[in-house]
């Protein structure tokens, strides 16, 4: 342990380029995340989010991202720089931001492990998280999949900071309950390249997706409407698969909770398969 000289606080812009660099060395265990969306991140005012830093003799060493909620609170992110694992650094920086929740009244934690991550696991099992549900990553080749065919639909592109939340719809993941509010903020200062694919019946808003196009097309957030919510993501299904193959992307990701039985059997169905899960950790703070 080092604690007596670890210094914990409130990340700052300048601290961007280092937490970068640790999140890069730490890929295996976390979600990629671009160098702009993390400078638009820390640069966020907001009472939603926290990033909190470790500093070892005047070095950010590690750090800590969480997005609040209401009453709840999402772990995006812990990670610590290789030189400096084992030390209780993770610890530290868990331990902080757990107590800076209690203090504004958060009840309970969540956050998601990747299942290839089991030090992770293991790390947040030992400090009273548990088991709460499964993420599915389902994937497939784009030119191998069958398209569902859903008639009445119109189906629209946009870049992810022309789309505002129009009507209330339905995440097809839990952590996107947790994690869109402050999405939705971040992207006020973000200049990456995220699409988005909206489907309409009529001039209702019922799916929308918002995915990464590089050669594959990672979608990261999947919304449909609470009005015959299969038929929607049928027709967001569609869409997604038009949209990538006219732009020459190989391969597409969806997340799905696993509990949303016919979703997942949608996408079976059209040829998807499961690549991955993510279990999905919870705590209650006293």
Do not use: Q
């Amino acid at each position: 342990m080092i604690s007596g000289n670890t210094v914990l606080r409130n990340a700052r812009a300048r601290d961007v380029n280092r937490i970068f660099e640790i999140h890069l060395s730490s890929l295996e265990g976390l979600d990629e995340e671009d160098y702009e969306w993390l400078k638009a991140l820390i640069n966020t005012r907001s009472k939603r989010k926290k990033v909190i830093v470790a500093e070892v003799g005047g070095k950010v060493v590690g750090f800590i991202i969480a997005y609040k909620h209401r009453h709840l609170t999402y772990i995006d992110s812990l990670a610590v720089d290789s030189e400096y694992r084992g030390l209780g650094i993770g610890s530290l920086l868990l331990d902080c931001l757990e107590k800076a929740l209690v203090r504004e009244g958060i009840e309970e934690v969540f956050l998601s492990v990747k299942d290839r991550n089991l030090a992770a696991l293991n790390f947040y099992l030992k400090r009273g998280y548990s088991f709460k549900g499964i993420v599915a990553l389902l994937g497939a080749c784009l030119r191998n999949l069958d398209k569902p065919s859903v008639d009445g639909y119109r189906v629209e592109r946009r870049g992810v900071n022309n789309v505002m939340k129009m009507i209330k719809l339905r995440p097809t993941t839990w952590w996107s309950t947790l994690t869109e509010p402050a999405d939705r903020m971040i992207y006020k200062g973000y200049n990456g390249c995220e699409e988005a694919v909206l489907v309409y019946k009529g001039r209702k808003l019922r799916g929308l997706a918002e995915y990464s196009p590089e050669d594959e097309m990672i979608v990261e957030y999947v919304a449909i409407s609470y009005y015959k919510p299969l038929e929607a993501f049928k027709a967001l299904l569609a869409g997604l698969i038009s949209v990538g193959l006219e732009k020459g992307l190989e391969y597409i990701v969806i997340p799905v909770d696993a509990s949303k039985e016919k979703i997942i059997g949608t996408l079976v169905k059209a040829g998807f398969t499961v690549k991955a899960t993510e279990y999905m950790l919870a705590k209650e703070l006293s």
